[in-house]
Each structure stands twice: as structure tokens, then as C-alpha cells.
């Protein structure tokens, strides 16, 4: 059984940095995508980035575009999220993904995703 486990949230200044990280556990084939995806308290659920675990390709929202980046580690089972220059309104839940289905590119969409982690919250203020 897949399980997801987030962590490394909190909260930080503007213009501050704070990397996510998305362990997982069960059967992880190089052919899986993981996404990245936040939700503001009264916004609907977005998706920030996502990578090929086989090839380590990223794709990025134009909202997170040059500030995030993610990164993976197949070897621990493990994908990142290193966020910089954050703001504000980057303040959210933010929850790994993961899309089991044999595609070309991972996508940002909700819908696209069957397995979700607990989420950890963000939290960028002064």
C-alpha cells in the first residue's frame, strides 16, 4: 500500500527559503509521476510542481516559476520541494501526490492524482 508522508513546513519571513520533503513508502515504479500541490484556506487546491521520478523532469506553475524547485532522490524514496523568495501569499497546506499512470509528463492537475499525503503547513509572514 502506497503511503505518502510530508514534512518539513513551517513558518518563515518573506524572502525566506524552506524546503518540503515527500517520502513514500510501498511500491514506487520509475515510471510514476509526483506532484506538488498547496490549498489556501478558502482557495481551491493548486498544483505547484511535479517531476518524472524516472528522468528527474520538473514542471512548473507560472505562480512558483524561478522560486521552487523540486528534486528527487529515488534511492530514499524521497522528493523535494525547495522554496525561495517566498511570499505571503505562498502561505498554505502543501501536499505531495502521487500519479501511478504511464505518461510522457506529470501534470498539475488535482484529478490526475490517486494518492495524497497529510499535508504540511507553510506559513510566510512577517
Known amino acids: 500500500q502506497l503511503q505518502l508522508v510530508e514534512s518539513g513546513g513551517g513558518s518563515v519571513q518573506p524572502g525566506g527559503s524552506l524546503r518540503l520533503s515527500c517520502a513514500a513508502s510501498g511500491a514506487i515504479l520509475n515510471y510514476y509521476k509526483i506532484g506538488w500541490f498547496r490549498q489556501a484556506p478558502g482557495k481551491e487546491r493548486e498544483g505547484i510542481s511535479c517531476?518524472?521520478?524516472?528522468?528527474?523532469?520538473?514542471s512548473d506553475a507560472n505562480s512558483v516559476k524561478g522560486r521552487f524547485t523540486m528534486s528527487r532522490d529515488n534511492a530514499k524514496n524521497t522528493v523535494y520541494l525547495q522554496m525561495s523568495s517566498l511570499k505571503p501569499e505562498d502561505t498554505a497546506v502543501y501536499y505531495c501526490?502521487?500519479?501511478?499512470?504511464?505518461?510522457?509528463?506529470?501534470?498539475?492537475?488535482?484529478?490526475?492524482?490517486?494518492?495524497w499525503g497529510q499535508g504540511t503547513q507553510v506559513t510566510v509572514s512577517s
Open positions: 501526490a502521487v500519479d501511478k499512470t504511464d505518461g510522457e509528463s506529470c501534470s498539475l492537475t488535482v484529478r490526475a492524482y490517486g494518492y
Open positions: 517531476i518524472i521520478l524516472f528522468s528527474g523532469r520538473t
